[in-house]
């Protein structure tokens, strides 16, 4: 992972605008939502140094908001970012993808 780059995150939800997206969004402790899907309307990149990532969905219909974000990884087909908290846990994950996220088992496929 990566410093999380707001440029670079921003361009990739550009990218994906009028497409239909996965979302895995992880809040620790105890807390996650696997492949939540809808047609990503904007995407917005706010902060500086921590980071917080906006969806809009479906033409404003729904939102996904998550805040303190500081890493970050993007292939062609998956962005994900991920924040830590004060004492240096992973505590939140975002992951937007193309295509749908293996389930618990298919992985071993």
Do not use: C
């Not at 361009?11 to 492949?35: C, F, I, K, S």
């Not at 908001?65 to 924040?83: N, S």
């Amino acid at each position: 992972m990566e410093r999380l780059q707001a440029s670079v995150v921003a361009n990739r939800l550009q990218d994906w605008t009028g497409q239909r997206v996965y979302v895995h969004l992880e809040v620790n402790p105890g807390a996650y939502w696997r492949n939540g899907s809808a047609v990503l309307s904007r995407g917005h990149v706010k902060g500086d140094g921590s980071y917080r990532v906006y969806l809009e969905l479906d033409d404003g219909s729904g939102m996904i908001h998550v805040d303190d974000l500081t890493h970050m990884e993007v292939t062609d087909d998956m962005l994900i970012v991920i924040g830590f908290d004060d004492i240096e846990r992973l505590a939140r994950t975002l992951e937007v993808s193309l295509r749908p996220f293996p389930m618990r088992g298919e992985e071993e496929s």
